[in-house]
């Protein structure tokens, strides 16, 4: 079984209530390592304007590309689930190879000479059967977990939305309803 997220890129208004508790979950302070981000895509002039958002953390990718890149092997995929863990004891601060082989720019760092952290899929919340609080947080249900199979038949089989790295180096668990883009 792998786990992964759904994204509804229509639903989403970029107001970080997913980022906010994951921070406030996991205990990361202010600063630059955020486990989940949400970035904002505009193009167009006024008034053909358009706007989006993209809500991103680990997508637990099924050929994550981090574990290849990591000298020490402190990245791992759990298989009875497919979660990417990092063991941070076995991490080289400020080593970085693995930020710079990951298309979605999942992993984090505190400092310039910190360990990386990264998105957990909320492990003590999986363990007790919840979904991750990013999922529960969102006010507009634009978020959603649970095994990739039963989120495909849920949600269909969409794998990119604007904004969204190429999805065919890792295939990453994360399925979209993406928003249309911009016209011409």
């Known amino acids: 079984m792998q ?30 390592a955020s486990w989940r981000r949400v970035l904002t895509l505009e193009e167009g002039k006024f008034p053909h304007m358009w ?46 190879s693995c930020l710079y082989a990951c298309p979605y720019e999942a992993p984090q760092f505190r400092s310039e000479n910190s360990r990386m952290e990264k998105c957990d899929f909320c492990l003590d919340r999986i363990e007790e059967g919840k979904k991750p609080l990013c999922v529960i947080s969102c006010p507009l249900r634009a978020l959603d977990s649970g095994p990739v199979q039963e989120l495909e038949s849920t949600y269909g089989y969409i794998k990119s939305a604007p904004g969204f790295p190429s999805p065919a180096q890792t295939q990453p668990s994360i399925l979209f309803r993406p928003k249309a883009g911009p016209r011409p």
């Not at 992964?4 to 302070?29: E, L």
């Not at 637990?60 to 590309?65: E, I, K, L, M, T």
């Not at 092997?73 to 601060?93: F, M, T, Y």
């Open 3 to 32: 786990l992964g997220f759904y994204f509804d890129q229509q639903r989403c208004t970029g107001c970080y209530t997913c980022v906010v508790a994951c921070k406030q979950w996991n205990q990361v302070p202010p600063g630059t």
């Open 51 to 96: 706007l989006a958002h993209l809500s991103l953390a680990c997508c637990h990718c099924v050929s994550p590309a981090c574990i290849t890149a990591c000298p020490t092997s402190a990245i791992r995929k759990r298989e009875k689930d497919g979660i990417v863990v990092v063991e941070q004891s076995l991490c080289i601060p400020g080593c970085r």
